[in-house]
């Protein structure tokens, strides 16, 4: 599709897949609620703001690559 075909079709094609990754890959990071038995926040919540800011930067940039 990228070397024929559309780029606009190509964007929304990795938009998609990147919609449908993001379930998976909150499902892999700790999660953000708090624990239920002490209230606490959990102690791995920045890893997890800072792995869907960089997901959302990778699919960002290969979507700028693509348009390009």
């Not at 990228?2 to 499902?27: E, K, N």
């Not at 239920?36 to 960089?54: A, K, P, S």
Request: glycine share 8%.
């Amino acid at each position: 599709m990228l070397h024929g075909g559309d780029r606009t079709a190509a964007a929304a094609l990795m938009i998609g897949l990147a919609v449908s990754i993001l379930p998976i890959l909150l499902r892999v990071l700790p999660p953000l609620r708090r624990d239920v038995r002490t209230d606490e926040q959990g102690r791995y919540v920045l890893v997890t703001v800072v792995g869907v800011i960089v997901y959302v930067v990778l699919v960002a940039a290969a979507i700028t690559l693509v348009e390009l």
